[in-house]
């Protein structure tokens, strides 16, 4: 097998059978078949130790100074966690995770590429060699196409379930990864439902929609008389999930001087309630989930490592879904059905024409955004193809009026279709951010949380 040659670190690769794309999952694609991606080399050729290899074991491979990373190179100039290799469809793929210096792919500074057999690698002072190898890494896949709520065939989202059933078959703390809108809560709740903690409680924390002055208080409790207003003793979200799990949501939103408080209870499964005086022992599972990376916040200051290093015991990255279009017809028909979709309904909706204007589409907002648009074909009757753009003011209208409907009923529809249209456009405008998205709408924080949770946009 031989390295197609192409452009420096630019463009996708050949398509000939020789290419890289033998970097494509080589599994039949039945459930239960572990898939395999191509290995590949990084050699040390400038820098503190010359000649210093390692072969990749999965489909991502990390480089940095930081322990975490699969590729450890120890000098100053690599920040803690420099630049990622993952192996897609297209090839193996190059991305920078906002290193202070930078990565550099055959003399040119690049964010994103494609990289080719023989590539030069520049991290600060050290330069690397990347290589692929004859050989493939077996994949493990799942055999299940449902966890919980999630659906999926695809390969991708198979690998995802596969970590999702290790996860629920330990108690270790869990960081789910993955883009707004791609089910991280549904994640979390299905892995907790399948764990041994499934008849405790589960919790949700988002400390995203929380401010920051509230949130410690919201965490981990309060003692009467601590601050002006706490009137008396709160019992915080860790308490109150004792012998469950709690959900910490946007973790990477999480204040720096909570972050030590964070990594203590972590560490010696005990917390203080504000005003108290001594710990008290929690027995309880976090898992945690951010739309952000956070190796890249570990590297600009903004996030502990050491806390890093406590929630990543079991990393899972949830898929977008451009990712899997495969999965497409699975999620539509779920979504339908949960929104009460007859057997008409559904069948004008799952016409093989629908299902491929669907798996098309971009869906930046991912199954959020998916179910949105679902949600809009239902009321307005009609198989809308994605890219639709605007309807008319009269079309929403008239879909909405109902003369048969007393006239407060008919508008408390209305308004309530809009609330759902407005705030998932905010979200979506404002990358998930709760607080940016409050403070573009002119709106309290918490009220905002509050709505969202009433339109089913958080959990």
Known sequence: MRDTERPLGAGRPS????????????????????????????TVLE??????????????????SHGLNDFVI????????HCEVKVEHDGARLRDLDSRNGTVL???HVRDAYLRGGSILRLGRVSVRFDFSPETNRLLISDRTTFGDLVGTSPVTRASFALMERAAASDA??????????????????????????????LTVDCGAIPGNLLESELFGHEKGSFTGAFQRRVGAFEEADGGTIFLDEIGELPAELQPKLLRVLENKEFRRLGANG???????????????????????????????????????????????????????????AFGAGPEQLAALSTPEFIAQLQHAAWPGNVRELRNHLERCLVFQDAMPPDAGEV?????????????????????????VFEREYLDALLLLHGGKVSQAAAAADMDRVYLYRLLRRHRLRT
């Open 15 to 42: 398509e000939g059978p020789d290419s890289i794309q033998q970097t494509r999952p080589t599994g039949t694609g039945r459930p239960g078949t572990p898939g395999a991606v191509r290995r590949f080399r990084l």
């Open 47 to 64: 820098g503190p130790q010359p000649g210093q290899a390692k072969e990749s074991n999965a489909d991502t491979f990390s480089i940095g």
């Open 74 to 81: 120890e000098e100053p100039t690599v920040s803690r966690f």
């Open 106 to 108: 055959d003399g040119v």
């Open 173 to 202: 703390t869990v960081l789910l990864e993955g883009e707004t809108g791609t089910g991280k809560s549904r994640a979390a709740y299905a892995i907790h439902q399948a764990s041994a903690r499934a008849s405790g409680p589960f």
């Open 279 to 337: 710990y008290q022992p929690v027995n309880v599972r976090v898992i945690a989930a951010t739309h952000r990376d956070l190796r890249a916040e570990v590297n600009a200051g903004r996030f502990r490592p050491d806390l890093f290093f406590r929630l990543a015991v079991v990393r899972i990255i949830i898929p977008a879904l451009r990712e899997r279009p495969e999965d497409l017809p699975l999620i539509a028909e779920r979504i339908l059905s």
């Open 392 to 416: 008319s003011s009269q079309a929403v209208l008239r879909s909405l009026v109902d003369p048969k409907q007393p006239y407060a009923e008919a508008r408390r529809r209305a308004l309530e």
